[in-house]
């Protein structure tokens, strides 16, 4: 059906700009040196949680817009919706999930931690330690969702 070839075709797009945004921050953030101004400041681990707060953002900005897209195809019928889910049903499409949960549980936790700065200001001076914590909490919440999801499409594979 050209209808879920579309929306298929309209989730890769976002996928590839949402990576390709990742990767158009990073190189920014190697490639400024210390000495230069640009449109990021410089500071060690606050700098690369701000970069990862925004890469996030966008990413998951990508597939909510992409989900409401394939979830609008049900109003067209429920062949058009069943064939553009079964793309989320591949065991190759399990790691993009898996992202995309590391992505919202970094992101909240982020979030969660500059609003707290914006509440008490003096908490940013303290900044470091709460980005290694935000980071730990981040790692204990992922790595068994990430074990469970992983393992399941690794069980529906080819390769096992």
């Given at each position: 059906?050209?209808?879920?070839?579309?929306?298929?075709?309209?989730?890769?797009?976002?996928?590839?700009?949402?990576?390709?945004?990742?990767?158009?921050?990073?190189?920014?953030?190697?490639?400024?040196?210390?000495?230069?101004?640009?449109?990021?400041?410089?500071?060690?681990?606050?700098?690369?949680?701000?970069?990862a707060h925004r890469i996030t953002g966008v990413g998951i900005l990508a597939f909510l817009f992409g989900h409401i897209v394939?979830?609008?195809?049900?109003?067209?019928?429920?062949?058009?919706?069943?064939?553009?889910?079964?793309?989320?049903?591949?065991?190759?499409?399990?790691?993009?999930?898996?992202?995309?949960?590391?992505?919202?549980?970094?992101?909240?936790?982020?979030?969660?931690?500059?609003?707290?700065?914006?509440?008490?200001?003096?908490?940013?001076?303290?900044?470091?330690?709460?980005?290694?914590?935000?980071?730990?909490?981040?790692?204990?919440?992922?790595?068994?969702?990430?074990?469970?999801?992983?393992?399941?499409?690794?069980?529906?594979?080819?390769?096992?």
């Amino acid at each position: 059906m050209i209808g879920a070839k579309l929306i298929e075709g309209l989730v890769f797009t976002l996928t590839v700009g949402a990576g390709l945004f990742a990767l158009y921050v990073l190189i920014g953030l190697f490639r400024l040196r210390k000495d230069q101004k640009g449109p990021i400041y410089k500071g060690g681990v606050g700098q690369w949680t701000w970069a990862a707060h925004r890469i996030t953002g966008v990413g998951i900005l990508a597939f909510l817009f992409g989900h409401i897209v394939d979830t609008f195809a049900v109003g067209f019928g429920p062949e058009l919706y069943n064939e553009t889910v079964e793309l989320y049903k591949q065991w190759w499409f399990a790691p993009g999930e898996v992202l995309l949960i590391g992505a919202t549980i970094y992101h909240a936790f982020n979030g969660v931690r500059i609003i707290l700065f914006d509440f008490w200001p003096a908490m940013a001076l303290k900044q470091k330690t709460f980005a290694y914590v935000q980071i730990v909490l981040t790692v204990v919440a992922f790595v068994p969702v990430a074990v469970i999801m992983l393992g399941n499409a690794w069980e529906h594979s080819p390769f096992s």
